[in-house]
């Protein structure tokens, strides 16, 4: 086992910030990296050493590895924590830190490539007895292959990348006419933004509900979910509203998406913290979509549902130790709702809206919680994610929940910036 006395947060905004937090209160010193728009970050004014690692642009700074493990080195940190994005899901950076000895604060590497490719994620599930939506388990070998399998599962379709997600290279195709355009089209976006045009079809559900599962797991063998969360309410294929737990599960069916959950993560012999995602069909059938192999964005719900650290446990695990709890010592509390806030513009079909904040006033109160790596003042540039800040409630059940977040929208003051 190995005690963990300096963490780099290879990250930069809310979640680095997040991490820092859980740090701190485990008498952890932290370690932070940025870029030059990020010198006064409050990322960077948190951590008790800051490393400077390069120009704006993430492919000059925080997306390169050497500069990373250069500032882990630099400052003897013991352990690397990736945040999500970036170099989250970068199983070269996983196995680059083993190789330098140096903590990875997340899944082996081989469970990231298994997962991190969607057609082996999707084989390995549909071995395990996990349904996946109808349509090809693995990569398009030709388009008239593609055809056929359309043809087969009926329109409409999705064309998904292979190696990607956050709706890159994803097309719904309602008919037969516009098939092989929109392929070529998606093997192009995927091209683009992932290097890789793999692509794969499947049955495009309709009214389909997004459910996901949190697991966590240790290097004891123990493999716990941390209960659901539901994230249909998305713009182009990016979560915007989030809560827990999901409205829509019966206790039986609930039951049953655990227990695919721990199943899935078990297939790769999954260490860590991760996300099992799922889509609920309009008659409550369920399929696998994905595993993200990384603490996700909307971590914060669970946590007020369950009362776990998340963070913290990622470090237990990775420090070798056992999880300090059992699944049945783990209770749903209440309901949580987060919202996004981003800086875009409505009325601008929701593009990135730059500028000074001017103001930025959080709302406050018992139930209450805001995860923002921003401060007023700062400038909120074109380089990174437009988000300001994650705004989420938690109350005794649903109806509270959703009364305290439109009080908390009502009190949240920005200026400088438009914003959602």
Do not use: W
Not at 246 to 269: F, G, Q, Y
Not at 285 to 304: A, G, K
Request: hydrophobic share 40%; aromatic share 6%.
């Amino acid at each position: 086992m190995a005690e963990i006395k300096k963490v780099l947060i290879a990250n930069r905004g809310e979640i680095a910030l997040r991490v820092i937090h859980t740090c701190k209160e485990m008498g952890i010193k932290t370690v932070a990296v940025y870029s030059r728009p990020d010198a006064h970050a409050p990322h960077v004014l948190h951590a008790d050493e800051s490393v400077f690692i390069g120009e704006a642009a993430s492919s000059e700074s925080y997306l390169v590895i050497d500069k990373i493990i250069d500032a882990v080195k630099q400052t003897g940190a013991d352990a690397v924590h990736p945040g999500y994005g970036f170099l989250s899901e970068n199983a070269a950076f996983a196995e680059r830190c083993k190789k330098e000895k140096i903590i990875f604060i997340g899944p082996e590497p081989k469970a990231i490539t298994l997962m991190g490719d969607k057609t082996e994620a999707r084989e390995l599930v549909t071995q395990a007895g996990i349904p996946t939506p109808p349509g090809l388990k693995s990569e398009l070998k030709d388009i008239e292959e593609a055809r056929s399998v359309a043809d087969d599962i009926g329109y409409p379709i999705l064309v998904k990348a292979a190696a990607g997600g956050g709706g890159k290279g994803m097309r719904i195709v309602h008919k037969k006419e516009e098939f092989e355009a929109s392929i070529k089209a998606a093997k192009s976006e995927a091209k683009n933004a992932f290097g890789d045009d793999r692509i794969y079809i499947e049955k495009y559900l309709e009214e389909p509900r997004h459910v996901e599962f949190q697991i966590i797991a240790d290097t004891h063998g123990n493999v716990f979910h941390v209960f659901d969360r539901e994230c249909s309410v998305q713009r182009r294929h990016q979560k915007v509203i989030e809560e827990a737990p999901c409205a829509l599960l019966t206790p039986e069916l609930r039951k049953n998406m655990s227990e695919a959950a721990i199943k899935a993560a078990k297939t790769v012999d999954y260490i860590g913290a991760g996300t099992i995602e799922f889509l609920v069909d309009k008659h409550l059938n369920f399929y696998f979509l994905e595993m993200n192999t990384r603490l996700q964005v909307e971590h914060p719900v669970t946590e007020m549902i369950s009362g776990v650290d998340l963070v913290a446990m990622q470090i237990l695990v990775a420090e070798g130790k056992e999880l300090p709890f059992k699944q049945e010592d783990l209770k749903i509390n209440g309901h949580a709702i987060e919202c996004r806030i981003y800086a875009e513009d409505p009325a601008d079909n929701f593009l990135p809206s730059t500028g000074l904040l001017e103001k930025h006033r959080v709302p406050t109160g018992a139930g209450i919680r805001v995860d923002s790596g921003v401060e007023e003042g700062q400038q909120i540039t074109i380089n990174y994610d437009p988000m300001i800040s994650k705004l989420s409630v938690h109350g005794p059940d649903r109806e509270t929940a959703r009364k305290r977040m439109l009080r908390a929208l009502g009190e949240y003051e920005i200026a400088g910036c438009k914003t959602t």
